[in-house]
């Protein structure tokens, strides 16, 4: 088995679509309002900050990265659950805090809905705090050990 992370291409679309699609299924059932998150995939790999954890040329996880006035957000991260367990967030989550810090940010955001409270906590575990509810949006921040961006 061999896995590695690298940008996504076009040619990713597809498979990402349903490895995301896979990964939010559990939440169908208890949140009604779940966005659709895997929406705008195609444009979003187009602006070139997604990257894919791929298993034998299959993808298997992706990650999602927009560049924000003094900071990077991470906008979506999905494993897909066949591969749940194995360290792929992880590594996905480790990845973007070098991209943030590759690009001169000192400071990551993230949004997540307050139907999953294994993800605000698993956020918390990595050193992401909490700083704003409002309706079903929970804000996330980690500030890095890097120079603020120049904007």
């Known amino acids: 088995m061999s896995t590695s992370i690298r940008q996504a291409n076009a040619t990713d679309a597809e498979a990402l679509i349903a490895c995301i699609d896979a990964a939010y299924a559990k939440y169908a059932s208890r949140i009604f309002d779940l966005p659709a998150v895997s929406a705008g995939t195609p444009e979003e790999i187009d602006q070139g900050q997604v990257w894919v954890i ?11 990265l927009s560049a924000q006035k003094g900071f990077l957000k991470l906008a979506n ?3 897909h659950p066949d591969h749940a367990g194995k360290g792929l967030g992880r590594a996905l989550m480790d990845h973007a805090e070098n991209e943030a810090k590759r690009q001169g940010f000192g400071e990551m955001r993230l949004s997540t809905h307050v139907g999953m409270p294994e993800n605000v906590a698993m956020y918390q ?3 992401w705090q909490e700083y704003e509810r409002s309706g079903n949006r929970v ?10 961006r120049r904007v």
């Open 139 to 148: 804000s996330m921040r980690k500030l890095l050990q890097t120079p603020k």
């Open 77 to 79: 991260l999905a494993v």
């Open 54 to 64: 791929t298993e034998n040329g299959k993808v298997i996880a992706g990650l999602f």
């Open 125 to 127: 575990y990595l050193g």
